[in-house]
């Protein structure tokens, strides 16, 4: 491992343990923190975390640290053979004059639940203060036959489970090593991918310093939660 220390939450969970143990069994150390709004006594530059938005965030800016994480955006750009589905960048107040069902998602994580909103009133309710200018993401709506999740490193597929549905991983994990050269990814992310009409397709990217296991092999994970944490601003 490059860091040392593994940072996570104290409380319990069994995926973050996983991820613990294997951490410990490739030579390092773990720390459980509680207290993450202060700043914990270690070396920012032998230390990488793992955990929740708030915590991760919080704790790298109290120690000088940079999260590697992908776009936002990032399929926007991506070949619609990659997606098989129209994704479009637009504002709140343009997505609640449009046709209903329909995927939204903010383009900003967290600001509102990601999902297929029946009713524009149902999005409009849940969207309750944000201001009509507010980014988010749309997709038609695609029936989905199973979920994936592929961890990657480097540019490669470290480990792969079908978490969802019934779908083949090998397939899912051949799909995602092709389609790696075609997004612009840091040097390690999370890719879910969704089977649907045609075939797999690329459904979300997420940081690996967040991100579960969802069946996936914790001692890979590790490896990308190793590489999910800079000093500075060494890394995309």
Not at 33 to 52: C, I, K, N
Not at 74 to 91: E, G, P, Y
Not at 149 to 175: H, K, M
Not at 195 to 208: Q, V
């Amino acid at each position: 491992m490059e860091h040392e220390t593994l940072i996570v939450p104290a409380k319990s969970d069994v995926e973050r343990d996983a991820v613990a143990d294997a951490w410990v069994s490739g030579g390092g150390k773990v720390l459980r923190v509680d207290r993450f709004w202060t700043r914990p006594d270690v070396e920012p530059s032998r230390v990488a975390l793992y955990g929740a938005d708030t915590f991760c965030l919080v704790l790298a800016q109290l120690l000088g640290l940079e999260l590697v994480s992908p776009r936002d955006d990032l399929l926007l750009d991506a070949d619609r053979r990659l997606t098989r589905r129209a994704l479009r960048r637009v504002s709140l107040a343009e997505t609640l004059s449009r046709p209903f069902p329909l995927f939204v998602k903010p383009l900003v994580p967290k600001q509102f639940r990601a999902r297929v909103w029946r009713a524009a009133d149902d999005l409009r309710a849940e969207c309750s203060g944000l201001a009509p200018e507010t980014a988010v993401i749309t997709s038609e709506v695609v029936e989905i036959c199973a979920e994936a999740r592929a961890w990657i490193l480097n540019g490669q597929v470290l480990t792969c489970a079908v978490y969802e549905g019934v779908g083949d991983p090998n397939g899912a994990s051949s799909f995602v090593a092709d389609a790696v050269a075609g997004l612009d990814l840091p040097s390690t992310c999370v890719i879910d991918a969704a089977l649907i009409y045609g075939g797999w397709c690329i459904l979300e990217a997420n940081a690996s310093w967040g991100a579960g296991l969802n069946g996936c092999e914790a001692t890979a994970a590790a490896r990308c939660i190793d590489g999910a944490t800079a000093q500075g601003r060494d890394r995309r």
